[in-house]
């Protein structure tokens, strides 16, 4: 079946390092690969959207990867603030109208 | 221009009782969505609503009827409560284009005792 996978351990990390957090999936072949922020109570935010046949896409402190063939995404945040600290979901899709999330990961930054 | 709406925030229901879970938006978009978030697991579909009049089964469509009553209204209904529906519940909506980003509201938490 098709599956996401992200840590579902938390990450914490230094304020003003670089965090990193990691997409798996498997039995599936995503048109194209989203990260949404979460913070406590609040419904997901877009961040990012990258396509299948796109390597990396920027956005400020942010930069996405995606590697079709290790079937993983890896999402960077550079310089990171306590205001970063949220939970960072992870989602695919076909292209058609179904999105399919991953669980996210809860990343901590201490100042 | 308060883009995705939903009504209510927090709702306690007792097992067996009835509701209706409700999502506007006025961002004038084609295609809206039923998710429910619990706990370890990643938002999982319930139902969408590709355009004004069509609805389809998500993932997760037991125990659940939805209704799209216009271009800016999709609604949720739980006929018979469960405990196994406690979650948090999210409309979202998908822009003209559909490989684009989804936008969400803020969410209706559901207790079911």
């Known amino acids: 079946s098709q599956k996401i996978e992200q840590n579902s351990e938390a990450l914490n990390i230094q304020e003003g390092k670089t965090a990193t957090l990691t997409c798996n999936y498997t039995?599936?072949?995503?048109?194209?690969l989203q990260w949404y922020r979460q913070d406590p109570g609040r419904g997901p935010v877009f961040l990012l959207l990258i396509r299948e046949n796109e390597k990396e896409k920027r956005k400020e402190r942010l930069k996405v990867t995606f590697d079709t063939t290790l079937k993983q995404s890896l999402f960077h945040i550079t310089a990171s603030q306590p205001a970063d600290s949220a939970t960072y979901l992870c989602a695919l899709s076909t292209g058609g109208f179904k999105t399919i999330f991953g669980a996210g990961t809860r990343l901590f930054v201490k100042a | 221009n308060a883009g995705v709406t939903q009504t209510p925030k927090f709702q306690v229901l007792k097992t067996g009782q009835s509701m209706t879970l409700q999502c506007a938006q006025d961002?004038?978009?084609?295609?809206m969505y039923w998710y429910r978030q619990d706990p370890g697991m990643g938002l999982r579909l319930i139902y969408y609503s590709a355009s004004e009049g069509t609805t389809d089964k998500g993932e997760v469509p037991n125990g659940y009827n939805v209704s799209r009553l216009n271009k800016r209204e999709f609604s949720l209904r739980l006929e018979s409560a469960a405990p196994s529906q406690t979650s948090v519940y999210f409309c979202?909506?998908?822009?003209?284009?559909?490989?684009?980003?989804?936008?969400f509201g803020q969410g209706t938490r559901l207790t079911v005792v």
């Open positions: 961002m004038n978009h084609n295609s």
């Open positions: 979202a909506t998908v822009g003209q284009l559909m490989n684009t980003e989804a936008f």
């Open positions: 039995n599936y072949s995503p048109a194209y």
